[in-house]
């Protein structure tokens, strides 16, 4: 069992940057492939990032790549998305996950969600 805590959400301005963070607890959690999704208002929650168990292949959707970065410290199991160069497309509620599969993209392959981190751009 994994349990997944998002924290750092809140507002920026355009151009701006954010840092993410998802505590995870439980035993396993070392095991497990890590991800972000997120979900703005009246839209399907779509892929951002995810991370190999070992932090050593990480994967990205096109509209971050070169502006979002994933990353994962076991000690304290902590997941994290920084996010850059934020602009108007990125609004949303983040959401970290934990899946059994490495690079998976699709939500159906997480089995451990977090609440959710809402991330707000301002122009």
């Known amino acids: 069992q994994v349990q997944l805590v998002e924290s750092g959400g809140g507002l920026v301005q355009a151009g701006g940057s954010l840092r993410l963070s998802c505590a995870a607890s439980?035993?396993?959690?070392?095991?497990?492939?890590m991800g972000w999704f997120r979900q703005a208002p009246g839209k399907e929650r779509e892929f951002v990032a995810a991370?190999?168990?070992?932090?050593?292949?990480?994967y990205y959707a096109d509209s971050v790549k070169g502006r979002f970065t994933i990353s994962r410290l076991y000690a304290g199991h902590t997941m994290y998305l920084h996010m850059n160069n934020l602009n108007p497309g990125d609004p949303a509620v983040y959401y970290c996950?934990?899946?059994?599969?490495?690079?998976?993209?699709?939500?159906?392959?997480?089995?451990?969600w977090g609440q959710g981190a809402q991330v707000t751009v301002s122009s």
């Open positions: 996950a934990a899946s059994s599969r490495d690079g998976a993209s699709a939500a159906r392959g997480y089995a451990y």
């Open positions: 439980g035993r396993t959690f070392s095991s497990y492939a």
């Open positions: 991370i190999h168990w070992s932090g050593g292949r990480t």
